[in-house]
């Protein structure tokens, strides 16, 4: 089956039941174009997988093996995975990034809360950020941790925020140093030396051209208006 995700045309053959939904939507209206890559995951790639992770099902291994795949792949198009939870807003993507429990979903829960209809979320954990032609996109994928939450929709992106907690909701522009720790600490870890220069390439592009951002806040409506305004 052919699937469009970042605008990109990908083929990979899904057998079990978690991949094969949370692909449906991004299914390519034309299936009888070259696709930019494939993937595959055998049956024995599945096995290695549950020996070093037992509990999980064959179902779960799957999708875990061809997302650690697609990331890896889309390196070579210009784009990249960011660990973040990412929302619209009147054509603007906002991508908010932090570590496991710290509240990214929460936040961007908030934000679909305020803005309504205004507001969608293209992906509640791993979005695609990705270069086409001289702008800078946040894309939606079917690879989106343990909640179906994305949607298949490519969109401009406006600024990259870290999150933390804190009693007042303050917002900060980062410093190009702190900028390259914050998104280096929440993506993928580049397996080969040529696709580390491709990655650091596009790394780079993303940098000079979109804003990041720390945020403190706590739980409130209040915490959306100070990060909307910071960086709108």
């Keep these: 089956m052919l699937y469009n995700i970042c605008g990109l045309n990908v083929f990979y053959e899904p057998k079990y039941r978690r991949t094969l939904l949370r692909s449906e939507k991004y299914i390519a209206d034309n299936q009888n174009i070259n696709p930019n890559f494939s993937m595959e995951v055998s049956e024995e790639r599945i096995d290695n997988y549950l020996k070093i992770y037992p509990d999980i099902s064959r179902s779960l291994a799957e999708y875990v093996i061809f997302g650690a795949e697609f990331y890896e792949k889309i390196i070579d198009y210009n784009a990249m995975l960011l660990h973040s939870s990412?929302?619209?807003?009147?054509?603007k993507a906002y991508l908010f990034t932090a570590d496991s429990g710290t509240g990214k979903s929460t936040h961007t829960e908030l934000w679909m809360s305020y803005?309504?209809?205004?507001?969608?979320?293209?992906?509640?954990?791993?979005?695609?950020?990705r270069i086409i032609g001289s702008k800078i996109y946040a894309c939606g994928t079917p690879f989106s941790g343990k909640n179906d939450i994305n949607k298949n929709i490519i969109v401009p992106l406006q600024a990259i925020c870290s999150l933390n907690r804190g009693e007042k909701n303050t917002i900060?522009?980062?410093?190009?140093?702190?900028?390259?720790?914050?998104?280096?600490?929440?993506?993928?870890?580049?397996?080969?030396?040529?696709?580390?220069?491709?990655?650091?390439d596009t790394l780079d592009r993303v940098l000079k051209n979109v804003k990041v951002y720390r945020l403190y806040c706590n739980i409130s409506m209040d915490a959306v208006k100070v990060a909307y305004n910071g960086m709108k």
């Design 86 to 91: 990412a929302v619209c807003v009147d054509n």
């Design 172 to 200: 900060e522009r980062l410093s190009n140093k702190e900028a390259l720790i914050t998104v280096m600490n929440q993506t993928l870890n580049v397996p080969s030396a040529e696709q580390k220069n491709k990655f650091f």
């Design 115 to 129: 803005f309504g209809e205004k507001a969608v979320m293209i992906n509640d954990d791993k979005p695609v950020i």
